[in-house]
């Protein structure tokens, strides 16, 4: 509850100071803790995640701590928000792409360190390829810090403080898993906010994500790309994420841009290239489903780079018009936020 005081003019001309009692509003905000595409480095960017924070005006839309996907980096760019790995609430996976989940195993041993409480890990279940082999959360949740066991760390840092739990940074996570269908599944909720899941198109248990709160929604889309893995086709992007994102507030979206097409011959491989969502289909599918803000993220090219992972871009580096400018021959004509490390955005708007 936030107070606020009111001046009341008195006949005579005096003043008096009343407190009013009125509702903290609700607010949102969402980070992008990491926009490199795929497993490259450039510049410093970090891997692909993003922060969603829930809360009121009392505690700076704060009370609640989401991140989504955690890749390399991750947590060296919460502590330039002041968020900590004990803060989270939950973390969620898209897919178990490096580029996504590097950042976990710094983020979950220096929870433990710090004796930080449980914390849901939400991801899909065991999924297998049509290639034969099995994509695996729970696997990778659950052994997460081997290495460290194996080092003696665990049992090092145990000696230093045993209220540290024995089994490492693992006796910390609590994996919740779903099957990913076509249509939107509540997977996760607490107090106001729900997340929900649908699946989608990149690789064998592939999610994409939606929360919704009383400040606001937003679908975090990941790598999702269509079903038809290759044109002739609508749209690069997936119709169940456009399912999932019908009247959202933000959509936050894996991008790339048509200069990295097999018609560019820049040598980047189509089968990379067309199961992700270009930047113009991006925009199009933002129009359609009303959202207001579209934040591309996970940069394929990454801004100002001459090379993607390694292969030349055609016509040299793209800057963020470049990107709107694909945006908006989609149609889109809300706002678009071409992703750096740490945009933010936040309902409503300060
Ligand atoms: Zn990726």
């Given at each position: ?8 003019a ?10 009013v ?30 922060l ?19 890749g ?9 928000i ?5 803060q ?16 976990f ?16 890990i ?31 760390e ?17 006796d910390?996570?609590h ?17 106001d ?11 064998a ?8 709160t009383p400040?606001?929604?937003?679908v975090?889309g990941?790598?999702?790309?269509n079903?038809?893995?290759?044109p ?30 097999p ?7 189509p089968?990379?290239?067309?199961r ?9 599918m ?16 990454s ?11 055609p ?36």
């Amino acid at each position: 509850m936030k107070r606020f005081s009111i001046a009341i003019a008195l006949f005579g001309g005096m003043c008096l100071a009343v407190t009013v009692p009125a509702e903290a509003a609700p607010c949102l905000i969402v980070t992008l803790t990491g926009t490199q595409s795929g497993p490259s480095v450039f510049n410093g960017q970090a891997g692909a995640g993003t922060l969603v924070r829930y809360g009121d005006d009392s505690n700076d839309c704060a009370a609640m701590k989401l991140q989504f996907d955690a890749g390399r980096g991750t947590n060296m760019r919460l502590s330039q928000i002041d968020v900590t790995p004990v803060q989270l609430n939950a973390i969620f996976f898209t897919h178990m792409h490096g580029d996504h989940t590097e950042g976990f195993a710094d983020i979950i041993m220096l929870r433990w360190y710090l004796k930080g409480p449980k914390i849901d890990i939400v991801c899909s279940s065991d999924a297998t390829s049509v290639l034969g082999h099995t994509n695996s959360c729970r696997k990778y949740v659950a052994h997460i810090a081997d290495a460290f066991l194996q080092s003696g760390e665990i049992a090092e840092r145990r000696s230093e403080d045993n209220a540290r739990l024995a089994g490492g940074p693992v006796d910390l996570t609590h994996v919740i898993t779903f099957d990913p269908k076509d249509e939107p599944q509540v997977v996760w909720s607490s107090g106001d906010v729900k997340v929900s899941a649908i699946r989608s198109t990149h690789t064998a248990g592939h999610a994409s994500y939606r929360v919704d709160t009383p400040a606001g929604s937003v679908v975090i889309g990941g790598d999702a790309g269509n079903d038809v893995l290759a044109p002739p086709r609508a749209s690069s992007t997936s119709d169940q994420v456009e399912k999932l994102a019908k009247g959202v507030d933000i959509i936050v979206h894996s991008t790339f841009h048509p200069v990295l097409g097999p018609d560019r011959d820049s040598g980047f491989p189509p089968l990379s290239y067309y199961r992700q969502s270009l930047a113009s289909d991006l925009g199009a599918m933002a129009k359609r489903v009303g959202a207001k803000h579209l934040m591309l993220t996970h940069l394929g090219p990454s801004l100002g780079a001459v090379i993607h992972n390694r292969w030349k871009v055609p016509g040299g580096p793209l800057t963020q018009a470049d990107y709107r400018k694909a945006v908006e021959a989609g149609g889109f004509t809300g706002n678009t936020i071409v992703g750096t490390d740490l945009a933010t955005l936040r309902l409503p708007a300060k």
